[in-house]
């Protein structure tokens, strides 16, 4: 049954975008629950009506107001239906929303993080996912042309001191024919994808743009690591549009313990270098790493607001037994669907992978995460015998099929979330930058 809301004059108050999502969130608030939400902009100590439903005097008698900052308010009506939990969640929701302050929404992010969500957090997530980016589901396809690496990175198994791997590097031509394989599948996007390897010069990297911008339609995602303001400029102007480097950790200590040969602030530094060159940036971290408390994740996410994001790629952590991090405890899908929810809560319209790593640490990982916040996902078209040997942690999904499986699987899962491919390219949705 449509519900008709009332919406006074004095919303004028509120920026357009807030005012939209507080009123989705005001719905979808009324449809879990048996209450009506009014929304109170509040002046000198009145509380004017804002929005919301009309209703019955006798409900004035079970209402709660709920000062949201000095401005703003809430109005719950039939609050005796609602647990002191349930109350508690609609409230931080609503902030989620409104705070601007960072060590406030720190707190709000904290709290659900710490406490087990009810389906309301999800929800919201999933709408706001579909006001700012549709329900399109972009595809990437991700191309894994080196497993070789430069560092030592405890938790990741092509770690250059894993001698258990065998490793491989493809060739220019391989590289390109994959990409144009790709495109036969109808892929808008190719990711090129290796450990930190030196043995690819940036020429080679940018004869490899080249002639893929040449011989397919496909946009170009890099993701080979850190490198100079100077090389990210070539590979920029040889046609590249994308750049993956997640920051992995907000926390300094953290990062020292984990990359020990890595530098945090260079590491930033080259996130900002991307940018200034003209990439289209994504970065993220794993949840779950040891070590890594509430805090810290909700860290993780105020870096990903700061650093104002086209792409977050967020995974677990799952200890991989060819690593010193061997007998670790693996993130939770429960945890990273929080993140995500938040994640698309907070920042918007940015690109969400439901990675790989998600789907392999549960069969259902990818959908309940695309339930709640994701739109992209990235097959995986390395070569059969190759795959394998990019094992970066093990069980990994998607090892034993071939690229044509993992589009109909794909597909398949599109269909039955009731969404759709995107046809386009799948450019950041952020405002256009050079
Ligand atoms: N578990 C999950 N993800 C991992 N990565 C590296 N090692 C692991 C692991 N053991 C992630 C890192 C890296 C990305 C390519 O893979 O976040 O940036
Ligand atoms: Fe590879 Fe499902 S995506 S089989």
Redesign the pocket.
């Known amino acids: 049954m449509a519900k008709e809301i009332f919406i006074s004059n004095q919303t004028e108050t509120l920026n357009q975008d807030i005012y939209r999502e507080l009123k989705y969130l005001t719905e979808c608030v009324e449809q879990l629950y048996p209450i009506i939400v009014h929304f109170i902009n509040i002046k000198a100590n009145r509380w004017e009506f804002a929005f919301g439903q009309n209703i019955d005097k006798q409900l004035m008698f079970d209402a709660k107001r709920i000062e949201l900052d000095k401005t703003q308010g809430i109005i719950i009506y039939s609050v005796s239906k609602l647990s002191a939990k349930q109350l508690g969640d609609i409230q931080a929701l609503y902030q989620l929303v409104l705070v601007k302050n960072r060590q406030i929404l720190k707190q709000y992010i904290v709290y659900f993080l710490q406490n087990n969500v009810e389906e309301i957090l999800f929800k919201f997530a999933d709408i706001i996912r579909k006001i700012y980016c549709g329900d399109e589901i972009h595809l990437r396809g991700l191309i894994e042309f080196s497993n070789y690496c430069a560092r030592d990175?405890l938790?990741?198994?092509?770690r250059k001191d894993n001698k258990a791997v065998l490793r491989y590097r493809l060739s220019s031509k391989e590289i390109i024919d994959i990409a144009k394989s790709a495109m036969l599948l109808n892929y808008k996007t190719v990711v090129l994808?290796s450990g930190e390897d030196y043995a690819y010069s940036i020429e080679q990297l940018c004869d490899i743009v080249r002639e893929i911008k040449q011989q397919t339609d496909c946009a170009i995602t890099l993701?080979v690591g850190e490198r100079g303001l100077a090389d990210y400029q070539k590979l920029r102007q040889a046609g590249a549009e994308r750049y993956l480097?997640?920051f992995?950790t907000s926390n300094q200590e953290l990062f020292k313990k984990l990359k020990p040969d890595s530098d945090y602030k260079a590491r930033i530094k080259c996130l900002k270098d991307l940018k200034q060159s003209g990439f289209q940036v994504g970065s993220?971290?794993?949840i779950g790493l040891p070590g890594q408390t509430a805090e810290i994740i909700a860290e993780d996410i105020l870096l990903m607001l700061e650093l104002d994001l086209d792409m977050i790629?967020i995974?677990?952590?799952?200890?991989?037994p060819e690593?010193p991090?061997q007998s670790t405890e693996?993130?939770s899908v429960e945890m990273m669907r929080k993140v995500i929810a938040l994640v698309r809560i907070l920042t918007k319209n940015t690109h969400l992978p439901a990675t790989t790593?998600v789907g392999s640490i549960d069969p259902q990982g990818r959908q309940k995460v695309l339930r709640c916040g994701a739109n992209v996902i990235m097959p995986n078209l390395t070569p059969q015998m190759y795959r394998e040997h990019y094992r970066?942690?093990p069980d990994k999904i998607c090892v034993k099929e071939d690229p044509d499986d993992c589009h109909g699987c794909v597909g398949a899962m599109t269909i039955s979330l009731g969404r759709t491919i995107a046809k386009g390219y799948g450019h950041s949705l952020k405002t256009k930058r050079a």
Not at 155 to 158: E, R
Not at 315 to 320: Q, V
């Open positions: 990175c938790y990741c198994g092509l994808q993701s480097l997640r992995e993220g971290c794993m790629g995974g677990p952590f799952i200890s991989n690593t991090l693996k993130g790593a970066i942690y």
